[in-house]
């Protein structure tokens, strides 16, 4: 399969713990978004990398959420110190072109993360 | 106003028939487009971009309308298959790459 990986696909925690989750994107994506959704709702966008660089981070991204995507290639979401309003869909998504403004985003499977 | 707003639905229709969504954006600059399916549980997929002069695939037509900032798409001959939540999504040319995503229209296609 030569998709979007997401690990883990859930994660139950207790409030006050860290956790981090993982994306593969397609290879040689360039672009890669971090999205949360939760119910009813659609995805809410995160943050966003072009290669190794992150450009962009969401007012929603508090200092207790961080991501990385050091050579480029995957990149983690780490939560610390979660609550329970961080319970939520975290999708990843990857897009293969860096000419276009925007260009089609292909998602991950997601990682179900529940804050007890 | 939210950036992105569009009816949640649900559109409860019979198989055969043509059904169409809306959706607004707030900010005129606003480039890009699209219409993403969600089926439940799963993730988003790209259903189709949504293009100055309109565009068809199939049964499915998009079309932007800058003047009333919004963009439709148009389902005809409605199949079961179709039964999902439709997103729209707006990259609003705020100078980064962001992308805003709509709430859904959910559609129930019944036999």
């Known amino acids: 399969d030569t998709g979007v990986s997401q690990n883990p696909r859930h994660k139950i925690t207790k409030r006050g713990q860290n956790v981090t989750f993982r994306c593969d994107p397609i290879?040689?994506?360039?672009?890669l978004y971090w999205y949360r959704q939760t119910l009813g709702q659609g995805p809410e966008f995160l943050t966003y990398?072009?290669?190794?660089?992150?450009?962009?981070k969401s007012r929603l991204l508090s200092d207790r959420f961080s991501a990385e995507r050091p050579k480029g290639s995957f990149s983690t979401l780490e939560i610390q110190r979660t609550e329970q309003g961080d319970s939520a869909m975290y999708l990843c998504a990857s897009s293969p072109r860096l000419a276009a403004l925007t260009d089609t985003q292909y998602f991950g499977p997601g990682t179900r993360l529940t804050v007890l | 106003r939210k950036e992105v707003e569009q009816d949640p639905g649900p559109f409860n229709v019979p198989e055969g028939a043509t059904v169409a969504f809306n959706c607004t954006y707030s900010n005129s600059a606003s480039q890009s487009f699209f219409w993403y399916r969600q089926d439940c549980r799963k993730e988003p997929k790209l259903l189709m971009s949504v293009y100055s002069s309109g565009n068809e695939d199939g049964r499915f037509t998009a079309q932007l309308n800058r003047a009333s900032q919004y963009i439709s798409l148009l389902i005809r001959d409605s199949k079961l298959s179709d039964s999902a939540t439709y997103l729209c999504?707006?990259?609003?040319?705020?100078?980064?790459?962001?992308?805003?995503f709509g709430a859904g229209t959910r559609l129930f296609v019944k036999a």
């Open positions: 290879s040689e994506h360039n672009r």
């Open positions: 990398f072009q290669n190794e660089a992150q450009l962009e």
């Open positions: 999504v707006v990259n609003p040319n705020t100078g980064g790459f962001k992308t805003i």
